[in-house]
């Protein structure tokens, strides 16, 4: 199959300054990831909050330019592209659909957005796809008159994603599309997500911090800490084999609805790791219970183990 998304060692940073006299600060938000995605396929990343998720997914859609590296879209590099030819490659779903969308325009005029934008048909043809586009989300025509506060958080969600297909997209980049929803509709969206994808032959990065969404919808499973890709892996041998010690307390955070069972303590510590003081060596080390004087001291950066990308030196190891 041909690769859809290529990242090579994409690179980028900020600055920060904790107060008004306090010198500023760097933080590495994404830190030289590399990944190739085939057509068809859905990458899942995952990770806590701060990790540089969100940055690498607007860096894939062109919001940003990565400090160093390149990014490929079907074979293509993305800075080469101008804005047109991007947006009818590539969209966005992105995580609140009430603030994703202008309260002042009609539901049909928001959709029709994109194809406004690229100026190729009429007001009628826009309004034509717009319709149906948004019947093919599960949404009727008729409310193409009305505005967002009108809509439930669902169907405000079915619009986002109408709006970003109505171009015909071959990727789309989903950033915590589910999150701001019910469980009952985050099902109903992932549901829809997936009937999309079948149908229109879609290609997805999917950006969550919910594993049993990722599990879900994702071919693919990249974990995230510190603006890296510490362990990469098809899905059901990630979930069923983690490697990595963050892969693993991941996992072993999620909650469970059995009565009875405590919160479980996966041995992360209470503070979250800082972007702007990344540690030598493995950058997990700190919080790992498994660290040797090696982890300290020597970056396990690209390092395979097995049939995956895991960044640990003894991910091979049972006992890590």
Known sequence: MSIAVEVRDVRRSFTRRDGIFAARSSIRAVDGVSFSLESGGVLGIVGES???????GRMILGLQPPDAG???????SLASMDRRTR????????????????????????????????????????????????TRVGLSAAIMERFPAQLSGGQRQRVAIARAL???????????????LDVSVQAQILNLL?????????????????LAVVEHIATEVAVMYLGRFVECAPSEALFHDPRHPYTRALLASVLTAEPGIPIPDVGLGDTY???????????????CRFAQDRCR??????????DRLVECWYADNDSS
């Open 50 to 56: 701060g990790c540089g998720k969100s940055t690498l």
């Open 166 to 180: 109505v171009l015909r997209p071959r990727i789309v980049i989903c950033d915590e599309p589910t999150s701001a």
């Open 70 to 76: 390149e990014i490929l879209i079907e074979g293509q």
């Open 273 to 287: 790791p800082d972007p702007a003081n990344i540690p030598n060596g493995c950058r997990f080390h700190p919080r």
């Open 194 to 210: 997936a009937e999309l994808r079948r149908d229109l032959g879609l290609t997805y990065v999917f950006i969550s911090h919910n």
């Open 87 to 134: 947006a009818r490659l590539i969209q966005p779903v992105f995580q609140d659909p009430f603030s994703s969308l202008n309260p002042r325009q009609r539901i049909g005029d928001i959709v029709g957005l994109p194809l406004a934008a690229q100026g190729a048909i009429s007001g009628a043809q826009q309004r034509d796809q717009a319709a149906e586009m948004l």
């Open 297 to 306: 001291s020597e970056a396990p950066l690209g390092h395979i183990a097995g």
